[in-house]
Nanobody
Framework: QLVESGGGLVQAGGSLILSCAAS????????MGWFRQAPGKERELVAA????????YYGDSVKGRFTISIDNAKNTVALQMNSLKAEDTAVYYC?????????????????WGQGTQVTVSS
């Protein structure tokens, strides 16, 4: 089970930290990703991390602003979001891939959290 927290309302230029806590099993051998979905848009991968492979991915729209990190001891994945923009407004989902290596397609992620709303006011 994956449970997200940390969403909310923030002004443009502000920061938020999202956290994803895993329970019931370990995901240390899975790539972990943060997706987002805005109304009327497809779900997109914004950041992913594979602790075992030592790799990180960022979508072009968040490079230089978002940072993904993982704490295997606590079984959590965090997404630090800085310099937020109105276009970052979306529901953010934590997900675990079926693979150890990072994949970008949502269809290759088997475990999903319930989502947390992030709203950036301009």
């Amino acid at each position: 089970q994956l449970v997200e927290s940390g969403g909310g309302l923030v002004q443009a230029g502000g920061s938020l930290i999202l956290s994803c806590a895993a329970s019931g099993r370990t995901f240390s051998n899975h790539a972990m990703g943060w997706f987002r979905q805005a109304p009327g848009k497809e779900r997109e991968l914004v950041a992913a991390i594979s602790w075992s492979a030592g790799t990180i991915y960022y979508g072009d729209s968040v490079k230089g602003r978002f940072t993904i990190s993982i704490d295997n001891a606590k079984n959590t994945v965090a997404l630090q979001m800085n310099s937020l923009k109105a276009e970052d407004t979306a529901v953010y989902y934590c997900a675990a891939a079926r693979t150890l290596t990072i994949v970008t397609s949502a269809f290759l992620y088997d475990y999903w959290g319930q989502g947390t709303q992030v709203t950036v006011s301009s």
